[in-house]
């Protein structure tokens, strides 16, 4: 993900995915969204993947909190709303827009509940809304890999790759997500959610 977003460093509005996006760059909007969303989604994936180590959660947890809150404000603040606004402008037409900007709502949507179990100490419910707001946040990475996978195996048009993979690169992610919380947490009350 970093090789990506060093690509568009400096500011470039032609380079890489952008190239195929040059009818929706001069929009002021579109342009601020899309380097929100690219600067700010590495943050979240690094802060993202510490946060489910036990040792730092143990050991460190100033370290767990701080990159949490991070995770947390990056999410709703930066990645998670300008992922939605280019989702509005997906390739794909209406399936692979209502897909991206779906993903952002849950995201988003999974990050706050997240935030808000943990401000009432419900820590188990905690962990499993983050469990799936980094399941989302992990599409960036799995939706390339899908992506890769789809072409190589059955050579698809572009086009059909995008709208394939606007729905895979999450959907999966969640039902990976929901099967890591019913083992991980089995014993636990049937009530947190």
């Not at 400096?10 to 040059?22: E, G, M, N, S």
């Not at 402008?89 to 999974?110: E, P, Q």
């Not at 179990?117 to 799995?142: D, E, G, N, P």
């Amino acid at each position: 993900m970093l090789k990506i977003t060093l690509q568009y460093i400096p500011i470039k509005t032609d380079a890489a995915f952008l190239a195929i996006k040059q009818s929706y760059i001069h929009l002021t909007h579109y342009r601020i969204a899309f380097f929100v969303h690219v600067f700010s989604a590495i943050f979240v994936l690094l802060a993202g993947f510490t946060q489910f180590s036990k040792k730092i959660r143990v050991k460190f947890p100033v370290i767990h909190k701080h990159l949490g809150w991070l995770y947390v404000i990056v999410t709703l603040f930066l990645a998670g709303p300008s992922g939605f606004i280019i989702g509005v402008y997906a390739n794909g037409g209406i399936s692979s827009k209502i897909a991206f900007c779906l993903l952002s709502i849950l995201w988003i949507l999974f990050t706050a509940l997240a935030l808000l179990k943990i401000t009432k100490k419900q820590v188990l419910s905690h962990r499993k809304w983050m469990i799936r707001s980094f399941a989302l946040a992990l599409s960036a990475i799995t939706l390339r890999a899908w992506k890769y996978i789809l072409v190589a195996l059955f050579h698809p048009k572009p086009m059909d790759v995008y709208q394939i993979v606007a729905w895979l690169g999450w959907t999966l992610n969640l039902v990976i997500a929901e099967i890591i919380i019913l083992n991980q947490f089995k014993n636990e009350s049937k009530t947190t959610l």
